[in-house]
């Protein structure tokens, strides 16, 4: 399946009660989760039971919806409930509960997903993976020959963040870059952090040279929402891998077995 238009994250177009809308593929998420104003525009009710999860919304209770069917590439696959949020522009979230039952293919240079059952595509990572706070998969990296552990997020439009605890202990720097540069780059810029350019990342076999991450700033606005201030606190971990190194790849993911494979094509 191609990306939805207009997305450089792997996210597809679905439809839903005869309704299209986008559907945002999020590794880093505990719950399938849909707008308010698209679940309206869809004729989903919320159903009689609400959620209450620490990584979404800063744990508010939130509704869950009544059951629905959405197509995905043609193909009817039932959600019994999803979470019900404020979201703009993406209508859906695929989150573990269903990426869990299937292996997951984004090659990001083509822009195109691949959905496979899980027992259909067998392989053996080449990242070692781990579970985080909240079971969010996290994957080993180097950042200077240091070792890290960074949330693998696939909702991911930014830079990769560190933690300002592994940047203040290893006495990272770097060349700083300004947010109109990154703009330019179609990577989207947080008003809290501090990007630069550092030496390298390895990740699996593969070693890049002056990637650009991101730490926060005290005292600059802190972002409300997914601010690098919070990183800590919402993962655990050092960090989120960002959208400027997995774009780079081919990423194949299959969170039944923990394992997670890049290719750079």
Do not use: C
């Not at 606005?221 to 790849?249: C, P, Q, W």
């Amino acid at each position: 399946m191609a990306f939805a238009e207009g997305e450089s994250r792997p996210a597809v177009e679905v439809v839903i009660n005869g309704k299209k809308t986008t559907a945002l593929i999020d590794t880093s998420i505990s719950a399938n989760a849909i707008s308010y104003q698209f679940a309206r525009e869809a004729g989903i009710e919320p159903g009689p039971r609400s959620l209450s999860l620490p990584d979404i919304q800063d744990g508010e209770q939130l509704p869950l919806s009544s059951t629905f069917t959405l197509e995905l590439g043609g193909n009817p696959v039932e959600l019994d409930s999803a979470v019900m949020i404020p979201a703009e522009d993406i209508g859906l979230i695929v989150g573990r509960p269903l990426l869990n039952a299937l292996v997951v293919q984004i090659d990001y240079p083509n822009r195109r997903l691949r959905f496979m059952p899980a027992d259909m595509g067998r392989f053996e990572g080449n990242v070692k993976l781990r579970r985080g706070r909240f079971n969010q998969p996290m994957v080993v990296a180097q950042v200077n020959r240091k070792r890290v552990w960074m949330n693998l997020d696939t909702s991911s439009d930014t830079v990769t963040l560190l933690t300002d605890r592994i940047v203040d202990k290893h006495g990272w720097q770097g060349e700083e870059i300004g947010a109109d540069q990154l703009q330019a780059a179609g990577l989207t810029v947080r008003p809290d952090v501090r990007a630069m350019r550092l030496d390298e990342l390895e990740l699996g076999p593969y070693k890049i040279e002056g990637v650009v991450a991101a730490a926060p700033v005290e005292g600059r606005e802190r972002s409300t929402g997914y601010g690098a201030h919070r990183i800590s606190e919402k993962f655990g971990g050092d960090g989120i891998l960002g959208h400027e190194v997995m774009r780079n790849f081919l990423v194949t993911i299959a969170l039944g077995t923990d394992n997670v494979h890049f290719y750079a094509e």
